[in-house]
C-alpha cells in the first residue's frame, strides 16, 4: 500500500483499532523513512547524528497522532496525500518530544529499550531531539508544494500554537516537581495534561486534519473540546498503564512515574482524601530526588494508590471523560458523512480507556 492509496473499508470494532492503527502507522512510517533517507546523510557523523535521529521511530509506536491527522482528513473529505507531510511532522515532533522528556524525567526506558540518553549520553541524545525538531520544520515546509502557499501557512500556525501549548505543559509539571507543589486538584491536573499532551497527541492532529480535509471550512474550535476529552482518556489510562500494565508490552519502565515524582490523578487525589500523617509521608517523597527514592518507597506508595482506591478513582474519572468524548465527537463530526475514517475515529474513544499499551 502506498501512501495515496485509501484505506480499505471497515466497521472498525474497538478491538479491531490496533490493526486500523497499524495500516495508518505503515503508511506514515514509509512516509517519514523516506524523508529522512531525503535529509540525513550529507553531513556529520552517522553513529554521533543520524543513527540516533533514526532510532526512536525505527522503534516503532501507537501512531495516534498520524493516524488521527491523516483518518480525519479524509473524513472531511481530503486525502491521505495531502495529508502526509504534516503527519510526518506530528511524528518526528513526536519524537523530539520524547528524547526531551526521557532526559527531563531520567526514564530508562522507551518502547522497550533504554532511553536514548541512556545509550548514547545526554550531549548526543539532546542534540539528536533537536535535529528531529529541524526535520519536523523540513516535513512542514514541503506542505507548500502539496497544498500550496495559504493552506501551508495554516498548518505551520497551528503547529506553532500546539508547541506553545506543550512547553507551557512540561513546564509546569517540571516545576509542580521541582518547587515540591502538593496543594493540587483534579483541575489542575487535567489543565495540565490539556496543555502538555491533550494538545499535540489528540487536539492538534485533529485540527491538522479537519484544516487540510475541508480545506479551511471545518470548524476547528469543536475539535478542541473533542480533542481535550479524547487526550485526557488517553493519558489516564497511560498512568493508570503506568502502575498495572506489563512493562514488556507497556514499554516503559514500571512505576516510572511514580520514581520521577508525577502529579498524576491517582497521586493528587492520595493528597487529597489520605490521613494527615500519610499525607505527610507522600509529600516527603515527593519532596525527594529520583536517586533519592528506593524502590521500598515507590511500593509503599503504590500500595498506598490501592489502600485509598486512588485507581478506582482514576477509572471511574476515565470513563466520565471518555463519555463526555462520545458528546463532543458528535458535535465535532456532525457534520462529516459516515466512513471508515469517521468509524475509527470514533472508535477511538472506547480503545483509548481499554488499550494494553
Known amino acids: 500500500m502506498t501512501a495515496t492509496e485509501p484505506l480499505a473499508p471497515s466497521s472498525v470494532p474497538t478491538n479491531g483499532v490496533e490493526a486500523e492503527l497499524a495500516t495508518y502507522g505503515r503508511l506514515a512510517t514509509a512516509a517519514l523513512v523516506e524523508h529522512l533517507a531525503e535529509h540525513l546523510g550529507d553531513e556529520g557523523p552517522a553513529a554521533w547524528l543520524d543513527d540516533l535521529v533514526r532510532e526512536y521511530p525505527a522503534r516503532g509506536g501507537k501512531a495516534i497522532r498520524p493516524a488521527l491527522c ?12 495531502e495529508a502526509m507531510p ?59 508544494s502539496v497544498l500550496g502557499g495559504r493552506m501551508a501557512a495554516a498548518v505551520a500556525d497551528e503547529f506553532t500554537t500546539m ?20 496543594d493540587l486538584t483534579p483541575d489542575d491536573y487535567v489543565d495540565l495534561i490539556m496543555r502538555k499532551t491533550c494538545w499535540y497527541t489528540t487536539v492538534h492532529p485533529l485540527r491538522l486534519g479537519a484544516l487540510i480535509g475541508s480545506w479551511g471550512r471545518a470548524d476547528l474550535d ?25 512493562e514488556e508490552l507497556y514499554g516503559k519502565e514500571h512505576q516510572g512515574d511514580l520514581y520521577e515524582g508525577k502529579r498524576t ?3 493528587i487525589r492520595l493528597l487529597s482524601v489520605a490521613p494527615a500523617a500519610v499525607r505527610a509521608e507522600v509529600v516527603a517523597f515527593l519532596g525527594r530526588t529520583r536517586e533519592e527514592r528506593t524502590p521500598s518507597d515507590v511500593q509503599h ?27 463532543a465527537f458528535d458535535v465535532a463530526f456532525g457534520s462529516v458523512p459516515d466512513s471508515p475514517e469517521r468509524r475509527f475515529v470514533h472508535a477511538l474513544i472506547a480503545w483509548m480507556l481499554r488499550r494494553a499499551a
Do not use: K
Open 70 to 81: 491523516l483518518a480525519t482528513c479524509v473524513a472531511f473529505g481530503g486525502s491521505i496525500e
Open 222 to 246: 469543536a475539535m478542541v473540546r473533542f480533542g481535550a476529552y479524547l487526550g485526557a482518556a488517553f493519558q489516564i489510562q497511560d498512568d493508570l498503564l503506568n502502575l498495572e500494565g506489563d
Open 163 to 182: 508547541a506553545r501549548h506543550t512547553v507551557s505543559g512540561q513546564a509546569t509539571e517540571l516545576g509542580w516537581r521541582r518547587d515540591v507543589v502538593v
Open 86 to 144: 504534516s503527519a510526518v511532522a506530528v511524528e518526528l515532533l513526536h519524537n523530539a518530544f520524547l528524547v526531551h522528556d526521557d532526559i527531563e524525567d531520567a526514564s530508562l526506558l522507551r518502547r522497550g529499550r533504554p532511553t536514548l540518553h541512556h545509550d548514547h549520553g545526554v550531549p548526543l541524545a539532546l542534540n539528536a531531539g533537536d535535529a528531529l525538531f529541524v526535520l519536523a520544520g523540513a516535513a512542514l515546509a514541503s506542505n507548500r
Open 301 to 327: 506508595l503504590a500500595a498506598l494508590l490501592e489502600t485509598y482506591g486512588c485507581l478506582d478513582y482514576a477509572r471511574t474519572f476515565g470513563q466520565g471523560i471518555a463519555e463526555a468524548a462520545e458528546a
Open 265 to 267: 490523578l491517582m497521586v
